[in-house]
């Protein structure tokens, strides 16, 4: 199901349905800009919602149930020598490392319906900058001011950055940042998602209903 079936205020921003992602171009088995999860995955991020509207606060996400084949997308792209966005996503990071420091892997917890990767932005958000194929990439370990113009907070580093900084708890990030990635992650475990530590931005619903299960489907 659509989350914002559940909570229409979640903000949408599918990256893998746009070319602004670590590949360069629109991932395979993206066809709408949708975030689909499972019914319980979708009632804990309602619940998360609702804590953070009081703060003037929301939930975007960028991705959640990833179809296998885009997971494939991804594994085909690691075997290239295509490094055409690695100035933003993996500016310090070797592309022969992604697979072994466990960046991409050829399954993935989104394809069971209860992963999500998001962030939080202020209530009313600043303005989105909209990326252009082709145009100077931002260094997404750089500071806020100098990285890619998304209108999440500070959480030091952008999404999809494989880098060490990304990890949730490296103690290099500064205030807000730091403050900002404990309190979604506190939220997100109060209703029922476990953070990856590597990712501050990614999270899986405990007790999943279809924990063995890698699905197809295309988003739409």
């Given at each position: 199901?659509?989350?914002?079936?559940?909570?229409?205020?979640?903000?949408?921003e599918?990256?893998?349905?746009?070319?602004?992602?670590?590949?360069?171009?629109?991932?395979?088995?993206?066809?709408?800009?949708?975030?689909?999860?499972?019914?319980?995955?979708?009632?804990?991020?309602?619940?998360?919602?609702?804590?953070?509207?009081?703060?003037?606060?929301?939930?975007?996400?960028?991705?959640?149930?990833?179809?296998?084949?885009?997971?494939?997308?991804?594994?085909?792209?690691?075997?290239?020598?295509?490094?055409?966005?690695?100035?933003?996503?993996?500016?310090?990071?070797?592309?022969?490392?992604?697979?072994?420091?466990?960046?991409?892997?050829?399954?993935?917890?989104?394809?069971?319906?209860?992963?999500?990767?998001?962030?939080l932005?202020?209530?009313?958000?600043?303005?989105?900058?909209?990326?252009?194929?082709?145009?100077?990439?931002?260094n997404?370990?750089a500071?806020?001011?100098?990285?890619?113009?998304?209108?999440?907070?500070?959480?030091?580093?952008?999404?999809?950055?494989?880098?060490?900084?990304?990890?949730?708890?490296?103690?290099?990030?500064?205030?807000?940042?730091?403050?900002?990635?404990?309190?979604?992650?506190?939220?997100?475990?109060?209703?029922?998602?476990?953070?990856?530590?590597?990712?501050?931005?990614?999270?899986?619903?405990?007790?999943?209903p279809?924990?063995?299960?890698?699905?197809?489907?295309?988003?739409?």
């Amino acid at each position: 199901m659509s989350v914002q079936d559940v909570d229409p205020s979640i903000v949408v921003e599918a990256r893998y349905f746009t070319d602004h992602n670590f590949v360069g171009e629109r991932i395979d088995g993206y066809e709408a800009n949708k975030c689909l999860v499972t019914p319980q995955a979708a009632e804990g991020l309602r619940r998360v919602q609702e804590e953070l509207r009081p703060k003037s606060l929301s939930l975007k996400v960028y991705d959640c149930y990833r179809p296998q084949r885009a997971v494939n997308h991804f594994v085909r792209w690691a075997k290239t020598s295509d490094t055409r966005m690695k100035a933003e996503f993996y500016p310090t990071l070797g592309k022969d490392r992604l697979f072994p420091d466990g960046y991409i892997a050829e399954r993935s917890g989104h394809s069971r319906g209860s992963t999500v990767d998001l962030t939080l932005i202020d209530v009313p958000a600043r303005p989105q900058a909209q990326y252009r194929a082709g145009e100077g990439l931002a260094n997404c370990t750089a500071p806020q001011e100098r990285r890619f113009a998304d209108n999440s907070v500070d959480m030091g580093t952008g999404f999809d950055c494989f880098d060490k900084l990304a990890h949730t708890a490296n103690p290099a990030i500064a205030q807000p940042a730091k403050g900002n990635r404990a309190l979604l992650k506190s939220l997100m475990d109060k209703h029922g998602f476990t953070n990856y530590a590597q990712e501050w931005w990614h999270f899986t619903l405990r007790g999943e209903p279809h924990p063995g299960t890698y699905f197809d489907l295309p988003v739409r």
